[in-house]
């Protein structure tokens, strides 16, 4: 007679869809910020219970900075292609930023920018680091082609590059708080055109 084993099964096996339950985690956090929400808010738009979620991500701060990571990789990518499609600095910050009053605004999904307004709705002392290296990145790429435009003469000589960067990384996230406000696409528009006239003239 075969021997039935009493041995239970190690672990079980996860009943939901882990990049989905990611992708809901992350609006949830983009439209009310680490502080705002709760481990209640992110179960109920995740589907599943806290043990799961637990399991799965670790705790609301792994959670979230895996949430924001996700954000991250798609705006990067983004200014990737963006940045190598137009053929000047100049091209490429003016699509940046109309890209942007686009994107910030837009219908459907949480307005602003999960980057930048990470700076304002989240005061954990333990997560500080990591989120100004994240927002970082972003000003990393537009430095790099800014002073690629410099190196290709696009620029008159003795710009001051770092000032450009921080003017027009400004610019960005002051349109992000705007549109957090409510402000409309064509507001955005409008601040986009408007911050392009103070590049320098050759």
């Given at each position: ?40 808010d ?100 537009l ?24 003017f ?26 408007t ?8």
């Amino acid at each position: 007679m075969d021997r039935v084993s009493n041995e239970k099964p190690r672990g079980r096996p996860r009943s939901f869809d882990r990049d989905k339950a990611l992708e809901r985690a992350m609006h949830v956090f983009w439209r009310q910020g680490y502080e705002g929400t709760s481990v209640s808010d992110l179960t109920h738009a995740m589907g599943i219970n806290p043990p799961s979620l637990y399991a799965a991500f670790g705790d609301k701060e792994q959670l979230y900075l895996e949430a924001l990571g996700r954000y991250q990789k798609r705006r990067l990518e983004s200014m990737a292609k963006w940045f190598e499609e137009e053929p000047t600095a100049k091209a490429a910050v003016r699509r940046l930023l109309t890209e942007a009053a686009r994107e910030l605004a837009r219908s459907g999904a949480p307005r602003g920018s999960m980057l930048v307004l990470s700076a304002t709705q989240c005061s954990a002392e333990s997560l500080q680091p990591e989120l100004a290296e994240r927002r970082a990145s972003v000003r990393a790429i537009l430095e790099e082609r800014i002073e690629r435009g410099v190196r290709e003469a696009e620029l008159p000589r003795g710009t001051d590059s770092a000032a450009l960067v921080d003017f027009y990384s400004a610019v960005f996230q002051g349109m992000s708080l705007q549109a957090r406000g409510g402000a409309t696409r064509k507001r955005l528009l409008a601040i986009a055109e408007t911050a392009m006239r103070a590049w320098p003239r050759g």
